[in-house]
């Protein structure tokens, strides 16, 4: 399964990636951006499910080793959250493998809006217990597995909805909670990327610039983070979900 893209569209992805480092850095959801972006740019759904994951590799990978540098990651929960992680993630990508190419394309356009609009409506972070509760290692796994495996088939959103579940289960501050997350989104990342490429579902010369492109947009977001907030994340997401999508709706009419 390949793809030949020019260097105006390289270019065009590279920018869609550094936006979504951006919106990663604030809040989670990028892969609704670097996604419709790949579809947009004419690679077939399987190809772009795996492109996806090769690039956003990197990002996770990159946070996992700054929060883990900071001493923010919780060494007990990753543990158990890393292979739950894993093991959750194949499951996911399994079965994209067993989805028949041609049905694939609708069925990722259907996801792309379900989770634009959780995102889009989610009501802002719930506050942290002020005492952290005990962390359940049957419950960290649970989480770990169930995102995983939606982070292995789909993925956009991942890191948001990971964020919230450590919050809300764990009451932990939205930067340990960040921390967790990333344990488990790198995990399901590497685990995706490990077989999507062994199949060939990565088109790496659109991967590696969409890597370096997630890398200065996450730079970007401290200081989108620090001016507009969630509220700009929310605005800036809509309209660049609404717009790709539009243009892949158009397109799987006209097929």
């Given at each position: 399964?390949?793809?030949?893209?020019?260097?105006?569209?390289?270019?065009?992805?590279?920018?869609?990636?550094?936006?979504?480092?951006?919106?990663?850095?604030?809040?989670?959801?990028?892969?609704?951006?670097?996604?419709?972006?790949?579809?947009?740019?004419?690679?077939?759904?399987?190809?772009?499910?795996?492109?996806?994951?090769?690039?956003?590799?990197?990002?996770?990978?990159?946070?996992?080793?700054?929060?883990?540098?900071?001493?923010?990651?919780?060494?007990?929960?990753?543990?158990?959250?890393?292979?739950?992680?894993?093991?959750?993630?194949?499951?996911?990508?399994?079965?994209?493998?067993?989805?028949?190419?041609?049905?694939?394309?609708?069925?990722?356009?259907?996801?792309?809006?379900?989770?634009?609009?959780?995102?889009?409506?989610?009501?802002?972070?719930?506050?942290?217990?002020?005492?952290?509760?005990?962390?359940?290692?049957?419950?960290?796994?649970?989480?770990?597995?169930?995102?995983?495996?939606?982070?292995?088939?789909?993925?956009?959103?991942?890191?948001?909805?990971?964020?919230?579940?450590?919050?809300?289960?764990?009451?932990?501050?939205l930067q340990e909670a960040s921390a967790d997350a990333k344990v488990v989104n790198f995990a399901s990342n590497l685990a995706a990327v490990a077989l999507f490429s062994a199949r060939g579902?990565?088109?790496?010369?659109?991967?590696l610039p969409m890597a370096a492109g997630q890398f200065l947009g996450g730079v970007l977001g401290v200081h989108l983070a620090v001016r507009g907030g969630d509220r700009l994340v929310r605005?800036?997401?809509?309209?660049?979900?609404?717009?790709?999508?539009?243009?892949?709706?158009?397109?799987?009419?006209?097929?």
């Open positions: 399964m390949s793809a030949d893209l020019s260097l105006p569209t390289l270019l065009f992805l590279a920018a869609a990636a550094l936006a979504a480092g951006a919106v990663d850095a604030i809040g989670g959801g990028g892969g609704l951006i670097t996604l419709p972006a790949l579809l947009a740019a004419g690679l077939p759904a399987p190809l772009a499910l795996g492109t996806n994951k090769g690039q956003g590799v990197f990002g996770s990978g990159a946070a996992l080793w700054r929060y883990a540098r900071a001493g923010l990651v919780d060494g007990r929960t990753a543990r158990v959250s890393f292979p739950a992680g894993l093991l959750g993630s194949l499951l996911g990508a399994g079965l994209v493998l067993l989805v028949p190419p041609a049905a694939l394309r609708p069925v990722v356009l259907v996801l792309l809006l379900l989770v634009a609009v959780v995102l889009a409506f989610r009501p802002s972070a719930p506050a942290p217990t002020a005492v952290r509760r005990p962390r359940r290692m049957p419950v960290a796994a649970a989480i770990a597995v169930a995102i995983g495996a939606y982070d292995g088939f789909f993925g956009p959103g991942t890191g948001t909805f990971l964020i919230f579940a450590f919050v809300i289960f764990f009451g932990a501050r579902m990565v088109l790496w010369q659109a991967a605005l800036v997401v809509l309209a660049v979900v609404a717009a790709l999508v539009g243009k892949l709706g158009l397109d799987l009419v006209r097929a």
